[in-house]
């Protein structure tokens, strides 16, 4: 089991950045494959990047790609996303999400197996 805990959310204006961090502890992060996902307001959770257990393949919804960089660190078992160029549409609250099974293809939150409680990025005009 692993327990996944989230920093690095803020407030931030239109065009700057953010830097997201999960902490993985329990089993070492590099038994898992890892995701970052977003819910809005209203809105379902959704995936925004995700990362295989040796780091050597990602995924990223169209809606971030070249914005974000979705990388990790098994020595110190965090996992990162680093957020550029932000827009308004990107404020959310932001999950990282751990899975016993590598990734294949672009992984759904239902293929997750452990969640952080997240971290709130909101960006203003």
């Known amino acids: 089991q692993v327990q996944l805990v989230e920093s690095g959310g803020g407030l931030v204006q239109a065009g700057g950045s953010l830097r997201l961090s999960c902490a993985a502890s329990?089993?070492?992060?590099?038994?898992?494959?890892m995701a970052w996902f977003r819910q809005a307001p209203g809105k379902e959770r959704d995936l925004v990047a995700a990362?295989?257990?040796?780091?050597?393949?990602?995924f990223y919804s169209d809606s971030v790609k070249g914005r974000f960089t979705i990388s990790r660190d098994n020595a110190k078992n965090t996992l990162y996303l680093q957020m550029n160029k932000l827009k308004p549409e990107d404020t959310a609250v932001y999950y990282c999400?751990?899975?016993?099974?590598?990734?294949?293809?672009?992984?759904?939150?239902?293929?997750?197996?452990?969640w952080g409680i997240g971290t709130r990025s909101t960006v203003s005009l």
């Open positions: 999400a751990a899975s016993v099974s590598d990734f294949a293809a672009e992984p759904t939150s239902h293929g997750m197996d452990y």
């Open positions: 329990g089993r070492t992060s590099s038994t898992y494959a």
């Open positions: 990362i295989t257990r040796n780091g050597l393949r990602t």
